[in-house]
Every structure is written in C-alpha cells, then in structure tokens.
C-alpha cells in the first residue's frame, strides 16, 4: 500500500449541490488530491435526506483539509460573483 491509502478519510465539507460536486470532483481529480463524494439522495425516500442534510458530503485525508477548504470557498466565492 502507499501513503495516501493509508490514511484515513475524514468528513471536509457539506457540498451545496451536484454542480458545485461535479466542479469540485474536477478540481481535486487535475489536482491529484484524494477525496470521496458522496451524495445523500436516497431513492426509498425521495431524496429527503438532501433537504435536510445537503447535496452530499466531500471526505479526504486531513493532510489534504486545509488545501481543499480554500479550493471549496474559491469555487463558492466565485460562484456568487456569476
């Protein structure tokens, strides 16, 4: 195993909506950045869970937090300018 496979992922942000996922993913895939997104839809309830709880959720190493925090409220900062 290597170095990134031996870490632990841990919960970094709340994703807002499949677009900001889709950026996101983008991002972190050109970046090589590790990280895991998974959404909260349900189809047995409908999506309710998304209502409550947000889109998804973006997990990564805490190596890579901090890193991905500023990519996020880039893409988030920008977001508001359009």
Known sequence: MNEIN?????????LDNIIEAQLIK??????NIPHLIRSFHDTAYDGLFQVQMGWGKLCAPLSYKQEITEILNDVRSHDHDI
């Open 6 to 14: 031996d870490q632990e992922f841990i919960d970094i942000a709340v």
């Open 26 to 31: 983008s991002i972190l895939n050109e970046q």
